[in-house]
């Protein structure tokens, strides 16, 4: 069963539960804002399903919710961020914010954050930056999920990428996608639901392909485009952990366990302003791209469906299972 919730009751139910184990306001709302978007664009496995885990992980001191993250020039044009163990989205809006500030006079900025956590649906912060009228590249590594091409060992997260791309007059062009086959998140939801993953989607403790959600999650993922995926997985690796000083996919612990150590992973992100490169025509070209793309039967630009549940979401509000409306009402209460 479901329950129907409008975006703004989902986004008070999301903000209060956290600050119920001592998260500060200012946090919880910048928290539930990102979460409340992914399940109004129909990201649910990066919605509000993830509080229960990270209101438990600030009640064990895995995440510390009332932290402030620090800022840093590195150079001219370079941020970098330090989440200081508590929730990602404070730290990436603390340092695209400036970003923003600086790209005026640079023309690219780059951002790290080290001593992270789940950085939600990545896609959500590149989307910030573009309608600035800024395009933006993101990337985040994750616990470990996915064995380097012909290894049987979880060695690199799932390691989504992001970029969004300004538009006139509607909304940026976005794309999100993780270099697993499918998130990781996925096969969470399908083992709390009790349900069975398509084949092609994990494999085993022993490498062998796998429906079941409960052995996909103790084996690793397969990488999307096979060999290439693993390749660009590593890529995002040196680019978050590597260039931040943050923790490799194996050495994270778990974003679902209240256990353990914090998981210190990783973000970066470019900052790019697209009419210092192509000028004044860069908008009107790339609408001839999309143009051109649009006029083939079936085609369509990424990000389509997303913003069409957006739409319908902001309309009708969001359907939640009712056990996890209910525990948010709940823990709301503490």
């Not at 703004?8 to 119920?20: I, K, P, R, Y």
């Not at 005026?104 to 590149?126: L, M, R």
Request: charged share 15%; glycine share 10%; net charge neutral.
């Amino acid at each position: 069963m479901t329950t129907t919730v409008s975006l703004e009751g989902l986004f008070d139910l999301a903000t209060h539960a956290l600050v119920a184990v001592n998260t500060s306001s200012e946090n919880a709302r910048i928290v539930a804002a990102a979460l409340v978007a992914a399940d109004a664009d129909g990201l649910s496995s990066h919605g509000v399903s993830r509080i229960p885990f990270y209101a438990d992980q600030v009640l064990s001191g895995k995440v510390d919710g009332n932290v402030t993250p620090g800022l840093q020039m590195t150079a001219r044009a370079s941020i970098a961020v330090d989440a200081k163990c508590g929730f990602a989205f404070p730290a990436i809006k603390m340092g695209l914010a400036r970003a923003i500030d600086l790209i005026k006079d640079t023309g690219v900025v780059a951002v790290t954050v080290t001593n992270s956590h789940h950085a939600g649906a990545c896609g959500y912060h590149v989307e910030q930056v573009a309608t600035h009228g800024y395009i933006a590249l993101g990337f985040t590594n994750t616990p470990s999920a996915m064995a380097p091409w012909g290894g049987s060992k979880g060695t690199f997260g799932t390691n989504p990428i992001a970029f969004a791309c300004p538009r006139a007059d509607t909304l940026p062009l976005v794309i999100d996608l993780s270099l697993s086959r499918v998130a990781r998140g996925k096969v969470m939801l399908a083992e709390k639901q009790g349900k069975p993953i398509p084949s092609g989607w994990a494999l085993d403790s022993q490498g062998r392909s796998t429906t079941n959600a409960t052995a996909a999650l103790a084996g690793t993922m397969v990488p999307i485009g096979e060999d290439k995926g693993a390749a660009l997985a590593l890529m995002v690796e040196i680019l978050t952990a590597g260039l931040a000083g943050a923790s490799f996919a194996y050495e994270a612990s778990s974003f679902f366990s209240a256990e353990g150590a914090p998981p210190r992973v990783g973000q970066s992100f470019i900052i790019i302003d697209p009419v210092v490169f192509a000028g004044a025509r860069f908008s009107a070209r790339i609408e001839e791209l999309f143009v051109a793309i649009l006029a083939q039967d079936g085609a369509r630009l990424p990000g389509t469906r997303r913003q069409l549940c957006r739409m319908n979401s902001q309309q009708k509000g969001v359907a939640i299972p009712e056990a996890l409306y209910q525990e948010l009402v709940n823990r709301g209460k503490r």
